[in-house]
C-alpha cells in the first residue's frame, strides 16, 4: 500500500512538472514574436489615460501579439502597467512582446518626417524653390524670412553677423547650410530656416572662429568669400587654391572680378558674362567693386569655409577655367600669364568641340 502511494506521488508530481513546464512554455510562446523579420510595420495608437487591458487589446487586434492576458500578465510583473505613453506608434511584428511594451513604455512615438537636400552652392532662391517644389513651404513666405528674419530667428543664434547693409539682397544667403535634412511633416518655413541655422552655428564652431580672428575676419566676411571660392570652384582639390587667389587679392586692394558675384545678380546664369554684365551697377559686382560684396552669394559647404578660412599660400594673382572637361584651372601669377592661360582654354575649347 505504501509503495503504491509514493508510486502516485511521484506521478503526480511528474505531472505537475509537466504542466508547469507547459505553462511555460506556452507562456514563452506567448511572448515570441507573431511574425519574422522583414515583414510590414503596423500602426497602432494609444489613447490617453489607455489601460493596460485596453492597450493589449489594441495589439491583439492589430496582430501584434498572440493573447491579451499574457500582455497585461507581463505589464503586472514588470510594473509597467502605469508606464504606458499615448500616441502614435509603429510596431515592428517582428519584435516580442517585452520589445513591444518597451517602445510603448518608453513613448517612442512615430513621427511622421520629410526630408530634403540643399546642395552646396545653392542660392536662397534656389533653396526656397527646392522646399517649395517638395511642398515644404511657401515659397514666398520663405524668401521673405530669408530677407528680413524675425527677432526670434536672429535672437536665438549668437553666431548669425548681418551687417546693415542697405543693399544686401538676402540676410540669410550663405547662412544656411547645405546639407540633407529630416523635418516633421508640416514643420513651419521658420523651424526649416533655424535647423538649418543652427546646423551652420555647429559646423562654424570655436576652431573656425579662431581661425577667422586670426586671419582678422569676421563670420560674414568668412562666409561671403566662402561662398564665392564655391561658387568658382569646380574641382575640389582647386578650392584652397582659389581662395589663395582671392586672399591675395584683397590683400594688395585689387578687386576680386568673380564671375559668381556677378552672376549672383543676373535672372539666369551665364557660363560668359558680357562687357555690359560686368558693368552693373550694385556692390555685388566685384569687377567694378574692390573687396567683398555685401554678403555671401550662396550656401558654401564645409570645404569651401575651410578653404575660404586656410587659403593656399601662393602668389597667384589669376585663375582661368582650362575647358579642357577636367574642370581645372590655369593660375598666373601676371596679366601676361593670364592671358595666355585664357588663350589655352579658348584653344582646348575650340578643340572639344571637333
Known amino acids: 500500500m505504501r509503495k503504491r502511494l509514493l508510486i502516485a506521488v511521484a506521478i503526480l508530481f511528474i505531472l505537475l512538472l509537466l504542466g508547469a ?3 511555460i512554455a506556452g507562456y514563452n510562446y506567448m511572448l515570441a514574436p507573431v511574425a519574422s523579420p522583414g ?33 497585461r ?9 502605469q508606464s504606458f505613453i499615448a500616441g502614435k506608434y509603429l510596431l515592428d511584428p517582428a519584435m516580442d512582446l517585452g520589445e513591444i511594451a518597451a517602445v510603448i513604455s518608453s513613448g517612442a512615438v512615430h513621427r511622421e518626417t520629410e526630408w530634403f537636400t540643399v546642395p552646396e552652392g545653392f ?14 513651404v511657401d515659397q ?41 535634412y529630416e523635418v516633421e511633416a508640416g514643420a513651419t518655413p521658420e523651424e526649416i530656416i533655424i535647423l538649418m541655422l543652427l ?10 572662429r579662431n581661425q577667422c580672428a586670426a586671419l582678422g575676419m569676421s563670420i560674414h566676411e568668412a562666409l ?19 581662395s589663395g587667389v582671392f586672399h591675395n587679392r584683397l590683400a594688395i586692394g585689387m578687386a576680386l572680378g568673380s564671375c559668381a558675384t556677378v552672376n549672383y545678380l543676373l535672372p539666369e546664369v551665364k557660363e560668359v558674362l558680357s562687357e555690359q554684365d560686368t ?31 586656410n587659403p593656399a599660400e601662393t602668389d597667384y594673382l589669376y585663375f582661368r577655367t582650362k575647358e579642357d572637361g577636367s574642370g581645372e584651372s590655369y593660375f598666373a601669377r601676371t596679366a601676361a600669364e593670364h592671358a595666355e592661360n585664357s588663350r589655352k582654354a579658348e584653344e582646348n575649347k575650340r578643340n572639344s568641340v571637333q
Open 199 to 208: 546646423r551652420m552655428e555647429s559646423v562654424f564652431n570655436e576652431e573656425r
Open 73 to 81: 500578465i507581463y505589464a503586472r510583473l514588470n510594473n509597467l502597467e
Open 279 to 309: 558693368q552693373i551697377d550694385s556692390p555685388y559686382n566685384t569687377y567694378q567693386n574692390p573687396g567683398l560684396p555685401p554678403g555671401p552669394i550662396a550656401a558654401p559647404g564645409e570645404a569651401a569655409i575651410d578653404a575660404a578660412l
Open 123 to 136: 542660392t536662397v532662391e534656389q533653396i526656397a524653390t527646392r522646399l517649395a517644389e517638395q511642398g515644404l
Open 21 to 23: 513546464g507547459g505553462l
Open 224 to 242: 561671403t568669400l566662402a561662398s564665392i571660392v564655391e561658387r568658382e570652384t569646380i574641382v575640389e582639390h582647386e578650392l584652397a587654391l582659389i
Open 39 to 71: 515583414s510590414s510595420m503596423i500602426p497602432v495608437e494609444v489613447p490617453p489615460g489607455a489601460s493596460a487591458a485596453t492597450i493589449a487589446e489594441l495589439l491583439t487586434e492589430a496582430g501584434l501579439i498572440r493573447n491579451p492576458l499574457v500582455f
Open 140 to 180: 514666398s513666405q520663405f524668401l521673405q524670412l530669408a530677407q528680413n528674419p524675425p527677432e526670434s530667428i536672429t535672437g536665438a543664434l549668437s553666431f548669425l553677423e548681418i551687417p546693415d547693409h542697405p543693399e544686401l539682397i538676402y540676410a540669410l544667403e550663405g547662412y544656411l547650410f547645405p546639407d540633407t
